[in-house]
């Protein structure tokens, strides 16, 4: 996962492609924070004769492009999301595997969060995916809909 964020931050794959949403999912996320600042502490070496086309830092690139998935049970959730952003943070259920927290996730991460950062989060994995208010709005009438008593 590192290496890939590396080699499409400095290959230029964000600059030429604006619009890409990337997300690093099933490898936790507080790898994230110290690699951007990895990337970013020896960018003088590589930009001018590696990266020149490169318009913005590797973490401007990170907050417009990526998102990193976290379970809801990890305990630096709250740390790694001061420092990216709870919204370039979706949540991972891990299912099927066998350290899954399905069905609990949403329930273990407002255990281990604020509940705005939760928030954040878990819309933040509705941007990854392009989802907007329409849709969230869509699928609460679908399910008071399907829950109304007067259903035929």
Same mark, same amino acid.
């Given at each position: ?52 086309? #490169? ?6 690139? &990170?907050?417009?492009?990526?998102? !990193?998935?976290?379970?809801? /049970?990890? +305990? ?51 941007? #990854? ?6 849709? &969230?709005?869509?699928?609460?009438? !679908?399910?008071?809909?399907? /829950?109304? +008593?007067?259903?035929?």
């Amino acid at each position: 996962m590192q290496q890939a964020l590396i080699a499409m931050i400095i290959a230029g794959v964000f600059e030429f492609f604006p619009k890409l949403r990337v997300g690093f999912l099933e490898a936790q996320n507080s790898w994230v924070p110290g690699i951007l600042t990895r990337i970013e502490w020896v960018s003088p070496q590589y930009r001018d004769s590696h990266a020149p086309y #490169l318009s913005l830092t590797p973490k401007e690139y &990170f907050r417009r492009n990526c998102w !990193a998935a976290v379970e809801g /049970s990890e +305990p630096e959730i709250e740390a790694t999301a001061s420092l990216i952003g709870a919204d370039r943070m979706c949540i991972s259920t891990d299912y099927p595997h066998f350290d899954s927290n399905f069905p609990n996730v949403a329930i273990n991460l407002l255990a281990n969060v604020k509940r705005d950062t939760a928030a954040r989060i878990l819309s933040g994995g509705g941007e #990854l995916y392009g989802f907007t208010d329409l849709d &969230f709005a869509k699928a609460a009438g !679908a399910r008071a809909a399907k /829950s109304s +008593p007067n259903r035929n």
